[in-house]
């Protein structure tokens, strides 16, 4: 197993057109993989807990552009919208659900006081807690 832990992380833009700017607080993030899973090619996370004090994904879309003088709120929105085809991760193989590779997620519990999701949209207090198995010739 690994295991990862990292508290009080704070991202701060450095972005031109909003320096300074709070991208992401998290209280914590605690990650244990199963490192064994690999040999097969699947990403298997035993547990992962994330406590978000807070989180902007329209100031992380606009802060992750890459800078040009040509910027259009047109590539902001494109960066918010799905991918019309999956990235693909070369080392996994296949899993069980199309488009995404052989993964597991056993635990996850995810706590946010205050998440954008939009301009237009902020949500408050959302806790959130499942599982996942989306590995190869398993059942989704």
Partial sequence: MGHLVLEDVLWI?????APGD???DLARLDLILDLDALKDKDARVESLHLDVRSID?????IATVPPTEDIAAEAVADSL???SEPAEIPYLRPGSLPGLPSSALSQIELEV???RV?????V???AFQGNFEGR???PA
């Fill in 13 to 17: 833009s450095d972005s031109p057109t």
């Fill in 22 to 24: 709070t991208l992401a």
């Fill in 57 to 61: 994904i329209p100031a992380i879309a």
């Fill in 81 to 83: 919208s799905p991918a």
């Fill in 113 to 115: 006081a205050r998440i």
């Fill in 118 to 122: 939009t301009p237009d949209l902020t």
């Fill in 124 to 126: 408050r207090d959302l």
């Fill in 136 to 138: 190869s010739g398993r």
